[in-house]
Nanobody
């Protein structure tokens, strides 16, 4: 089992920056590809970003490319999501998730473990 706990959400204004963290416990953190997803009210959960086991490769949804950065620190069992130039449409609950393989990164069903989520609200 892997337990994931997100933090760092909050209320910000459009154009601001915000950083999220997700701390993992349980199994060996470096064995897992880590992803960030988000779910806005009334919408399906969607892929935001993912990072490989060692952090050398990342992938992003087109909607956040150039604004968001995913990173990880395996010594701290933590994955981060730095969000810059936030827009009202970025408002959502943000979840981190873990999976074994670097395939089908945007597929929710592929992820084995999920955090409880942290709310990000961007006002216009």
């Amino acid at each position: 089992q892997v337990q994931l706990i997100e933090s760092g959400g909050g209320l910000v204004q459009a154009g601001d920056s915000l950083g999220l963290s997700c701390v993992a416990s349980g199994r060996t953190f470096s064995n897992y590809v880590m992803g960030w997803f988000r779910q806005a009210p009334g919408k399906e959960r969607e892929f935001v970003a993912a990072i490989t086991w060692g952090g050398s490769t990342t992938d992003y949804a087109d909607s956040v490319k150039g604004r968001f950065t995913i990173s990880r620190d395996n010594n701290k069992n933590t994955v981060y999501l730095q969000m810059n130039v936030l827009k009202p449409e970025d408002t959502a609950v943000y979840y981190c998730a873990a999976k074994r393989t670097w395939t089908r990164l945007s597929s929710i069903k592929e992820y084995d473990y999920w955090g409880q989520g942290t709310q990000v609200t961007v006002s216009s």
